[in-house]
């Protein structure tokens, strides 16, 4: 695991049901769980190919409930009290809360790492309104990551 995902896991909050949006391959995840076994951890994918991929790289045995479709709505009404959105452009990450408003204002907070577009992604939770309770940077192969941890209205 690299610092852009250790960082994560220690920049979110430790306690309640999680999922990490978008899980690729699932080892943020697969961490979230190892740490805290008893957490409900949630990891989703938008279709059936990288679902199947997920679910082949944890396997049955990680505790992972994995789900598949598209932004948030998969983990509405199950209960989660966070969730991580990462890796993804910040653009899609605006556009996805945007569209998922309803969803992401019952959450208590949102963990988001956008890989590009970082700026567009700030615009986006100003013009909403939610406040970031937290701001980190980590670098990564060249790479300066921007991780915002924000609680949504």
């Known amino acids: 695991m690299g610092p852009r995902l250790r960082a994560l896991l ?3 909050p430790p306690h309640g049901p999680v999922a990490d949006i978008g899980s690729g391959h699932g080892r943020l995840a697969l961490e979230l769980k190892r740490r805290n076994p008893g957490r409900q951890v949630l990891a989703t994918e938008i279709n059936p190919g990288p679902s199947a991929e997920l679910r082949r790289l944890l396997g049955a ?9 598209e932004g948030l709505r998969p ?3 199950l209960g989660c009290r966070g969730v991580v959105i990462a890796g993804l452009g910040g653009l899609t990450i605006a556009q996805m809360l945007e569209r998922d408003r309803e969803i992401a204002q019952g959450l208590e907070w949102l963990g988001l790492q956008p890989a ?9 939770l100003q013009t909403a ?3 970031l309770v937290d701001h980190r940077q980590v670098e990564e192969k060249g790479h300066l990551y ?4 924000v609680a949504p209205r």
């Not at 045995?61 to 479709?69: A, N």
């Not at 590009?116 to 986006?124: D, G, H, K, N, T």
């Not at 921007?146 to 941890?149: C, E, P, S, Y």
């Open 10 to 12: 220690e920049f979110c």
């Open 61 to 69: 045995e990680s505790g992972v409930q994995i789900l598949e479709g």
């Open 146 to 149: 921007q991780m915002f941890l």
């Open 129 to 131: 309104g939610w406040p």
């Open 116 to 124: 590009q577009r970082v700026a567009r992604l700030q615009s986006w």
């Open 75 to 77: 983990v509405a009404g």
